[in-house]
């Protein structure tokens, strides 16, 4: 028989590096869930992402126990990655902050695919430029399909 479902929890962390303080202590302390328990899990999980940061869904059963799924880090992050900066631009139209290329827009985008909802590279790379067009970053050079 399937656990009963309680709650969800949808969390920002960082890769490696989850521990009790804020915000993973407050928002799992609150649904009963044993902290410790969960950073130790999620840690071991992503070893081969320190420090990136990773969205992670917790479900959290009736009984107080626990699972997670880690998702792909955000698409924004891995833009600032690609182009060296630290963040995006205030003013996106008017100033520009870095710069990406379309082989850094693909392999970006082929590593957002399992989370993205399209079903083609070339649709993922759209959405993944306009991501790092809405920050003030500009991909360089024809779009492949153009």
């Not at 044993?34 to 130790?40: P, S």
């Not at 070893?47 to 792909?72: A, N, R």
């Not at 990655?81 to 082929?110: F, H, M, Y």
Request: one cysteine or more; aromatic letters at 6%.
């Amino acid at each position: 028989m399937a656990k009963e479902i309680e709650t969800y929890v949808k969390l920002n962390v960082k890769g490696g590096l989850a521990n009790p303080s804020p915000p993973i202590g407050p928002a799992l302390g609150s649904k009963g869930v044993n902290i410790m328990q969960f950073c130790k899990a999620f840690n071991a999980a992503t070893q081969h992402m320190q420090g990136e940061i990773c969205p992670v869904l917790i479900t959290v059963f009736k009984d107080k126990s626990f699972d997670f799924v880690i998702k792909t880090p955000p698409a924004s992050a891995l833009v600032m990655k690609a182009a060296k900066i630290q963040l995006g631009s205030d003013q996106p139209n008017r100033k520009k902050v870095g710069k990406i290329t379309w082989e850094q827009v693909r392999e970006i985008a082929e590593k957002k695919m399992p989370d993205l909802n399209c079903f083609t590279i070339e649709s993922a790379m759209r959405m993944v430029a306009g991501t790092a067009r809405s920050m003030g970053v500009t991909v360089e050079g024809t779009a492949p399909w153009a």
